[in-house]
């Protein structure tokens, strides 16, 4: 298995020391060995996945917020289906 930013060398990465409490840091090295992965590459992952949750707008935030307070009804789904499969050709 080739790690993207490792196939270079050391050159493009940089070494880091944080502290993690002890029951993360043993529910990551559980998780990793499952997984084969290296403890570089699962905090890699976890960076960049927040780092990319980071990027998400406040529009499209508040939106997803509000519909988690309030979910279209199936009354609504419905209604949408219907309106969608009204459009198709017949299959037969």
């Known amino acids: 298995m080739v790690i993207p ?3 270079d060398g ?3 990465v940089a070494k880091v020391a944080v502290s993690v409490p002890r029951r993360t840091l043993a529910l990551v090295e559980r998780a990793r060995r499952r997984t ?3 403890r ?3 905090v890699t992952e976890a960076l960049e996945a927040w780092l990319k949750a980071g990027s998400v ?3 499209d935030r508040k939106y997803a917020e509000a519909y ?3 979910p279209e009804r199936i009354e ?3 209604a949408i ?3 969608a499969v009204a459009t198709w050709e017949r299959w037969d």
């Open 68 to 70: 988690l307070r309030e």
């Open 40 to 42: 570089s590459a699962v």
């Open 10 to 12: 050391m050159k493009s």
């Open 81 to 83: 289906a219907v309106g």
């Open 36 to 38: 084969g992965k290296s």
């Open 57 to 59: 707008n406040d529009a």
């Open 5 to 7: 930013w490792y196939k």
């Open 76 to 78: 609504e789904r419905t």
